[in-house]
């Protein structure tokens, strides 16, 4: 008996040491064996629904050497950029790592990088090469192909299909050596590549053949099958999927409902439901999508209280996202209602000065909470600044306030991961267990949340740059 309880206790401190391996990536650049280069490595974690699913790495080329080390225990894409160019791309933009891997890359030219002009070796490396021999093929499609704003939609499906087809037809008969799992991962990811662009298009499509073409070439073929497959979806084809439901539904998604996910989310949701009741995986990680955002955008809504029990009543409680969607729900239920008092912060600025909650009395405030590194956070910058120029004169506060652990990782982040022209406070290291973070505790970063001339709390304004307009409508009453 002791024996046996000796031997479970190690098996799960094993386990939890494998929980996180360590995971290389290692490159050289000849051209910058003199000077340096700005290397960067964004990592999207598929155990993450919603914001905060892509992460960001920095580092710099010595002797036209970089290396990147993280720790990660389960497969992931991963791309890369030198000076601020795509090295993977013409090609998917992402390569696939698994715990373990010691991939090296070889840039002969970063002029004419891409992954066909890029060589790999190393643990790992042969899932590169199989993507290699697939992007290859796909190269050779995309350079017949005609702008893309001149085809047809007849052409863009003849053409999508034949793409998804070779895609196929490599898989099938690839030679050398990877792991199943892998392979599907990495089919999954090409199939992404090629359908995002397609089905965005297709949503907004006035043509009266989209719906016979879109059942003829996608849903007979059963090209999103790959997504379907699994837990495939945590890891590729999310917006494809999503636009793949609207299409399901209606004939043209352009005249009926382009906004759909975002202006009636509930009806949505319900879509989601219907389309693909099928594939448990599939429905719950988008569901649970749905969800987050409509938290995130709204807070303590009516329309947060309908998506949640929609999403409760129709996914498996042993989802591994619904415990997620069950804190954030409650949290923002019980502690985050519109109009309640805020949390009095006390923060410093860059030079040490410290700003109170209360010294911004009389002025509305636009919180926007950061982290170095923060992919969605990088996004939203450039958008802060230009909204914060349109409100020049008003009575609003635009503030930055970092989450970083080191101060020094929280200055080289300010104008490339929050807005430049704003005010700069920081959580003084204390990151996520900082008071003011735990009191909102946000889902995700980018997170912002606004308050009023009070010091209340308004809640959570939309953030997205095509959604401007609907951040003027929600600040503006409070000005």
Known sequence: MKTNILIIILSCFCFSLLGQVKTKLTGYIPEYKEITADVELNVFLPHVVGSGRKVDYKTRTLEGKFEFEIEISEPLSINANVNEKHLFFPGAYSILVNPGDSIHIKVADVKKSGLLSLTFSGKGSEKVVFQQAVVNDLLALYKEDPDYSSQSIGYKFRSTDKKLSVIDSICKNYKGEIKNRDRDLIKAMEYEAVLDMFMYSCIHSKSDSLNMLFKKFIVKKNWMQPFLEGNNIRNYGLSALREFVILSEYANPVNSATGIRTDSPVTYGKLVIKHLSKYAAAKEYLLASVALNVFADEQASENSKLIYQLYSDNVNHDSPFYSKVRDRYQFIMSNLQKGMQFYPF?????????????????????????????????????????????????????????????????????????????MQLFTEGLETKHPLVKFLNPGGYPFLVAIDKNGNLIGPPPIAAERKAEFKRFIDPFL
């Not at 405030?365 to 802060?384: S, T, V």
């Not at 200055?411 to 022209?421: A, M």
């Open 346 to 422: 006390s923060l410093p600025d860059t030079t040490g000065k410290i700003h109170h909650l209360a010294d911004f009395k009389g002025k509305v405030i636009i919180l926007d909470f950061w982290f170095n590194g923060c992919g969605g956070c990088r996004q939203l910058a450039p958008i802060m600044e230009e909204l914060e120029k349109e409100y020049v004169g008003k009575e609003i506060q635009f503030i930055s306030i970092s989450i970083d652990s080191k101060k020094s990782l929280w200055l080289n982040g300010i104008g490339k991961y929050c807005s430049k022209s704003s």
